[in-house]
């Protein structure tokens, strides 16, 4: 069992920059790919970044793609997504993910975080 904990949410001017973290509990992070999966009110949850367990692979959205960063310390067990250029269309609950493969399928994902607040105000 993996468990997760997001945080670096906050409101935002469009244009602006935020930094995500996810936490994780276990000493085995680097036994984990990890993703990224946002979800805005009304839409269905929609993969944004994936990394492998090296961090050495990354995958990301065609939607944020350029204005997103995905990255890791496995030291730390953490995971981190650093945002530029937000737009309100960014708006979402941002929810982390581990999984034993790098991909950008939700289904594949069977550990998830509660998920942490971002708005980006026009």
């Known amino acids: 069992q993996v468990q997760l904990v997001e945080s670096g949410g906050g409101l935002v001017q469009a244009g602006g920059s935020l930094r995500l973290s996810c936490a994780a509990s276990r000493r085995t992070f680097d036994n984990y790919a990890m993703g990224w999966f946002r979800q805005a009110p009304g839409e269905q949850r929609e993969f944004v970044a994936a990394?492998?367990?090296?961090?050495?692979?990354?995958l990301y959205a065609a939607s944020v793609k350029g204005r997103v960063t995905i990255s890791r310390d496995n030291a730390k067990n953490t995971m981190y997504l650093q945002m530029h250029s937000l737009k309100p269309e960014d708006t979402a609950v941002y929810y982390c993910?581990?999984?034993?493969?790098?991909?950008?399928?939700?289904?594949?994902?069977?550990?998830w975080g509660q998920g942490t607040q971002v708005t980006v105000s026009s």
């Open positions: 993910t581990a999984s034993r493969i790098m991909t950008g399928d939700r289904g594949d994902y069977p550990y």
């Open positions: 990394i492998s367990r090296s961090g050495g692979f990354t």
